[in-house]
């Protein structure tokens, strides 16, 4: 597999054959067909790879905190998404250049998100915020972790730690913030 990525990412998986794939990885073609029936099945494996990789990261991430300090395992779990996100997004868009949206169930993307829902509810027990909607709350930190990442990663920085604190800022604000009324609608004004 780290064959096939290193090509994908110097030529693009379009323009990758499997035989250029086995000559890098100085296996016989019968060696790949055995554990792969295409380059797309490849593709799947490596996006499996991307991102167990990519839990393990977090997790690292995470359990360097104190067991119970439920604020700062989440404020790690941002960090190291933003930063394993920016180090690794070549990778990222080739296993995932053919997601779509219809495919809802996602395993790959779901078990980051359930890391991530996990952190949320141990914290929402033990007293750290208050959330009634934990799924709802995991699911707004994940998709704007991965969009905010996605626009520094085209700004191309030095350092992106002061933008993972920043992040990290603005997900514990929505955490901590009180709960509000729903808008009362506004009489027209002439």
Not at 71 to 87: D, G, K, M
Request: hydrophobic share 45%.
């Amino acid at each position: 597999m780290a064959a096939a990525e290193k090509l994908f990412l110097a030529k693009g998986v379009e323009a990758t054959t499997i035989s250029e794939i086995v000559e890098e990885a100085q296996v016989a073609k019968g060696t790949f067909y055995h554990y792969f029936a295409s380059k797309n099945d490849m593709l799947g494996a490596l996006a499996q790879r991307y991102t167990a990789r990519f839990l393990e990261r977090l997790q690292a991430a995470v359990d360097a905190c104190p067991a119970g300090d439920w604020r700062a395992r989440l404020r790690a779990w941002i960090h190291a998404s933003v930063e394993t996100y920016v180090e690794t997004y070549r990778t990222h868009d080739i296993v995932y250049a053919n997601h779509h949206h219809h495919d809802r169930a996602n395993a790959d993307r779901n078990a980051i998100l359930d890391q991530l829902q996990g952190i949320v509810e141990h914290g929402m027990t033990a007293g750290a915020w208050t959330t009634d909607q934990p799924r709802v709350v995991s699911l707004l930190i994940y998709s704007g972790v991965h969009g905010a990442t996605d626009d520094i990663i085209a700004a191309r920085p030095a350092d992106c730690a002061a933008f993972a604190r920043a992040v990290a800022d603005s997900c514990m604000r929505m955490l901590d913030a009180p709960k509000s009324d729903a808008p009362k609608p506004r009489g027209r004004t002439r």
